[in-house]
């Protein structure tokens, strides 16, 4: 696929970019050994130092690459800039609590010293998707970075210009060269970066699919590797909900990042006893959303990323509704310019259609039924997919059991799902494994070397007492 800049509302391409060369490729991979050799032992006090300069760049300059990001990918331009300032409170949230995060761990085995100490394991590849072009890449680089890793972005094809944005961002916040370097490569080089000796380690944000060739080809070359992959997030409605705010989160669950983000809410699973009040209301909100240019303040929803996503998205949907899932808002694809996909709820999922058993990346909402708790959770927990839940109730027994019901890797309890530098993030199943952010995301791309220090005047173990 072209390395390019397509804009979404228009599909006209803006610019367009050379994969790196062979020479090129090589010469970058070398730089990022080279780096890394003296990088690992720079002071933390330095560390902190650039990437609170980081910070401070992606809040002054959160209009420029606000809007790089829009033009590149269509979100709403406000979102955009928003994501830049998210960005910059997760370089803020390691300058804070990096350093403690990678001190040596004290255990006590009696007698004995025995500590852990975390250090970083080099180059790490990080495999990003468009959908949050920023943030995505900002919240594997800021504790890569602190912990001394260095880092080799391969970006999304459409997002180029915000992949060599990041690349300059850091350069300019002081890191040395070549501690984060983008990677202009076709999806067809990965698996020769994943093999090269240099690189130590992969994460990856993108599709199942892509997580399953990147999994593969990181588990051959013997590679740790981080999969945060898609979703299909329930958002469970009981009767001690507050409706009217369960009905305008359940909107802007669905519909954040015009619809493409891995942990909006895409499955509604609304208690028998309110679901037809809930149905009639949110199906009246998605009716007036406001749809058009991500540039305009009043609009919600601006157009997906690529005419082939749009083009997906609504073979998901003619395809359930073909396979007897009710329309009961959108499905038809408007004939003007742009990547554009209305609003659009599905109810009862017709089994074996997408709307039951697929991610549906873009803004469609597909609703249904629950009789009480637990065939909530039977409901919630029928998807491949484990990433997040939100649910919604003020019933405090019920609450604890769908806390340990449902199979994700994050629950909210009336909030929706949403990522915070302070809290782990990640999911089970399909949804990937492995965390990014707070203390466990630093912590995936470091050796925690275990070290005992005895006395040296004491007679080894019996084989007995060691495998006790
Ligand atoms: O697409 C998944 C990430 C969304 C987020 O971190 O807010």
């Known amino acids: 696929m072209a390395i390019a800049t397509i804009d979404p509302t228009t599909g006209k391409t803006l610019r367009s970019f050379n994969a790196h060369s062979a020479e090129e490729l090589e010469a970058r991979l070398k730089l990022a050994e080279e780096t890394f050799r003296a990088y690992r032992h720079t002071a933390l006090a330095d560390r902190r130092r650039w990437l609170a300069r980081a910070a401070e760049l992606l809040e002054s300059e959160a209009e420029h690459f606000g ?12 979102a955009a800039k928003a994501e830049s300032q998210k960005c910059a409170s997760a370089c803020r949230y390691y300058v804070e ?4 995060y990678l001190r040596d761990e004290s255990i006590d085995v009696g007698g004995d010293r025995s500590f852990v100490r975390y250090q970083p394991l080099g180059a790490v590849l990080a495999i990003m998707p468009w959908n949050f072009p920023f943030w995505q890449v900002v919240r594997f680089a800021a504790p890569a970075l602190m912990a001394g890793n260095v880092g080799l972005l391969k970006h999304a094809h459409n997002v180029p210009q915000c992949a060599l944005a990041l690349e300059d961002l850091f350069l300019r916040a002081g890191f040395p060269k070549g501690a984060f370097q983008t990677l202009l490569i076709e999806t067809g080089d990965i698996a020769r970066v994943i093999e090269d000796p240099r690189v130590k380690a992969v994460t990856l944000t993108g599709s199942e699919g892509a997580g399953r060739a990147v999994g593969g080809q990181a588990g051959r070359a013997l590679k740790k590797v981080v999969l945060e992959l898609g979703g299909s997030d329930p958002f469970i409605v009981m009767p001690s909900a507050k ?12 519909l954040i990042n015009n619809g493409q983000s891995c942990i909006a809410a895409k499955r509604f699973i609304v208690h028998e006893a309110i679901y037809p009040e ?72 017709a089994p074996g259609s997408p709307a039951a058993c697929e991610e549906l990346f873009g803004p469609v909402a597909v609703l249904s039924r629950a009789r009480d ?43 929706m799902v949403a990522s915070d530098p302070r809290l782990p993030f990640g999911g089970v199943k399909h949804s990937g494994h492995g965390r990014e952010l707070a203390l466990h995301g630093i ?20 084989q007995a007492s060691v495998s006790e």
């Open 67 to 78: 809007r790089l990001m829009t033009q590149e990918m269509g979100k709403p331009f406000e």
């Open 97 to 100: 609590h990096g350093e403690a």
């Open 243 to 254: 409706l009217e705010l369960a009905v305008e989160t359940a909107v802007k669950a669905r």
């Open 278 to 349: 809930f149905e009639r209301r949110f199906v009246e909100r998605m009716r007036r959303v406001v749809v058009g240019d991500p540039m305009e303040a009043k609009t919600e929803v601006g157009p997906l990323a690529t005419e082939g996503i749009r083009q997906g998205l609504h073979a998901q949907v003619e395809k359930s509704v073909a396979q007897g899932t009710r329309l009961l808002v959108g499905g038809k694809l408007s004939s003007g310019q742009g990547f554009y996909y209305p609003p659009t709820v599905l109810a009862d999922a």
């Open 373 to 415: 708790v637990e065939h909530a959770i039977t409901l919630a927990n029928d998807s491949p997919y484990g990433l997040g839940a939100s649910v919604w109730t003020h019933d405090e027994a019920e609450a604890r059991r769908f806390i340990d019901g449902i199979e994700t890797g994050m629950v909210f309890v009336n909030a």
């Open 443 to 462: 912590r995936e791309f470091l050796n925690a070397k275990t070290v005992r220090i005895t006395s040296g005047t004491t007679a080894p173990p019996t």
